[in-house]
């Protein structure tokens, strides 16, 4: 079965710069560490993704389509297809003292956040910080080696794959959850993990959101996605009943 947009698909993927041959992302981890860009208690693998939902680059989400499950394909992408061109507005002189206002040190190299965008400081003279705002990958043509891994295919299975994406809490097991379909809505009852994350809250609501949407935009059977998180006392001979408390989103709500 061919891939198509909408479709619920798990990825590999390893992206390089074209220009260097330098891997910048992979779902390889033997392949992560030997580039040197092992990341710790990070989740290696195929990724879960929808087709044309945005999860991808543009110009990697077309040329999936008509792949077939275990299908290979090398994919060569322009700046404008992946990052953009460099933008020299987005390169910024700020004044030490501002810096100093935040307590902060600055030091070539250092990740800096301003009104949500990240940057990167780039050099420090004569009293100023020169900070870059562009996109680490912007202005580069990428290459990336891609495998249809699995197309997913149940309604359940595909409401599990965008909570393994979404999901701020790596350490949930999707397994655990349990998911059920009736009248058009789906319930999701959620791994013990999800009680315990440390993240912020509406960091959490806004993952559900996500998850939400791209069950109801791509899955037409379902309109609304219950989230029920149970918490249950534990007595020392029985367990008392457990109490549901429920998240509601539905399609109306977006």
Do not use: C
Not at 51 to 77: F, M, N, P, Q, R
Not at 88 to 97: A, F, S, T
Not at 137 to 165: F, P, Q, R, W
């Amino acid at each position: 079965m061919p891939v198509k947009n909408g479709e619920f698909v798990k990825l590999e993927y390893t992206g390089k710069v074209q220009e260097t041959g330098e891997v910048f992302d992979t779902t390889d981890e033997k392949v992560a560490e030997e580039e040197g860009i092992l990341v710790e208690n990070k989740s290696y693998g195929a990724i879960p993704i929808i087709v044309g939902a945005g999860h991808l680059l543009k110009g990697l989400d077309e040329e999936l389509i008509d792949l077939e499950e275990g299908d290979e394909k090398t994919i060569s992408l322009t700046p404008e297809e992946a990052f953009g061109e460099r933008d020299p507005k987005l390169v910024q002189l700020i004044p030490m003292k501002e810096f100093k206002k935040q307590g902060m040190k600055p030091q070539v190299g250092m990740s800096i956040s301003s009104e949500g965008v990240t940057g990167k400081i780039r050099s420090i003279s004569g009293g100023r910080v020169r900070v870059d705002f562009n996109h680490e990958l912007a202005g580069k043509s990428l290459e990336y080696h891609v495998k249809v891994a699995e197309i997913i295919a149940g309604d359940e299975d595909k409401i599990k794959s965008m909570i393994e994406l979404h999901y701020p809490n790596p350490k949930i097991d999707v397994e655990k959850t349990e998911v059920t379909i009736e009248d058009g809505v789906a319930k999701i009852s959620m791994d013990e993990m999800a009680k315990f994350d440390n993240k912020p809250y509406m960091d959490i609501t806004f993952a559900r959101f996500r998850i939400a949407r791209d069950v109801w935009e791509n899955i037409d059977t379902i309109e609304k996605v219950e989230f029920v998180d149970v918490f249950e006392k534990k007595a020392p001979e029985e367990e008392a009943e457990a109490e549901e408390v429920p998240e509601v989103l539905d399609k109306a709500e977006e």
